[in-house]
């Protein structure tokens, strides 16, 4: 059996290539074929899979040319990685009604409410609801999302279909042994506390600052590690140089591995103010690295219940106390070790690939 996986781009530091990634091995694993369909010939991981640059440009374009490709490959199924392929999965089938493949969507962003919830977005929404609803399914990563969607596009619950993302923990692990740049060695020979994002405001990255200023004071060893990039870049170098704290916040930038750096950490913070999912968590959580987050509108509360607090937004004294315990009690530092261990196992990929395939039987 062939299936194919549409997907903007296989970048290795885009956590959706990852989760296509992981979901493609497994599927190998049970005899099942992929072939990655890509918008962009951006590729550095999975070349050991067939792969197949779009030609054209555009959502139409694209999704003519996916209907064509999905009757020449004989596949079974197409999944769509996001909601701008999902829509494109949409069009293909309303473009050629006749298409037996079946079309699975996914969309891993609970925003979209937010994004369009204005009256005149209204003929918009209808629109979306009414391509969307060509997949036979849309795969929703958490509760969360699945609430906004039905929310920001009316769309019938029954298409909606809760899976969480995977996580491959052999990737992850080797990944992160891989050796730290000797300028950078010394950083991590204190207690540092790493967040990996997009330097966007709904990162929350402020919040992040002025709760390891709070940490800082307390623990004057500690060291804050952001790996990412993006529009606030500057306002956070502004407010780190007006905090003192240039020599105790390390700005790396984007990171084609930041496993290495979260692996060598302390703790991991994540101060978004909403999330679809937060594949994140779950590689700090298999790297043995406990995560904290403030408790937002998303996924990251489910991946995170039952095993490590949640702040309650936006407190950042209660978030920086938290911090401080787990760096000063090692008894609850490991206790809160033993719990990720428990959880993670949840999202390993051959549980999460049996599920996507479920939908295609």
Sequence with gaps: MRVGFYINNLWGISATARIAYFLAKEFRKKGVETI???????????????????????????????????????????????RPQSVVLGLAKLFKPSLKVKLIGSVRGNNNFASY?????????????FILERNDKIIV???????????????????????YNPIDPHFVKRKSKEPIEGELRDIFKNPVIVNVARMEPEKGLHHLIEIFEKVNKKLPETRLVLIGDGSQRGKLETLIQKKGLKERVYLLGWKQNPFKYMARSKVFALTSLWEGFGLVLLEAMVLG????????????????????????????????????????????????????????????????????LRLIS
């Excluded at 919830?117 to 609801?129: A, D, M, S, T």
């Excluded at 509360?301 to 106390?321: F, G, H, K, R, W």
């Design 117 to 129: 919830n204005k009256w005149y977005h209204l003929p918009y929404r209808f629109l979306e609801k």
């Design 141 to 163: 990563v958490s509760k969360a999302v699945k609430k906004d969607l039905e929310r920001a596009f009316f769309l019938n619950p029954k298409k909606l279909e809760v899976i």
């Design 36 to 82: 990655f369909l890509l918008n962009k010939n951006q590729i550095d991981i999975a070349k050991e899979f067939e792969i197949i640059v779009l030609k054209g440009r555009g959502d139409l374009d694209r999704a003519i040319e996916i209907g064509k490709l999905a009757s020449q490959l004989n596949l079974k199924a197409i999944y769509g990685f996001m």
């Design 289 to 356: 690295v406990p995560p904290l987050a403030f408790k937002t509108e998303g996924g990251h509360t489910e991946v995170l219940e039952d095993c490590c607090p949640l702040i309650e937004y936006p407190n950042e004294e209660l978030y920086a106390e938290e911090i401080v315990k787990l760096l000063t009690d090692k008894d609850y530092y490991l206790s809160v070790k033993r719990k990720l261990d428990e959880r993670v196992k949840n999202f390993f990929p051959e549980a999460v690939a049996k599920q996507y």
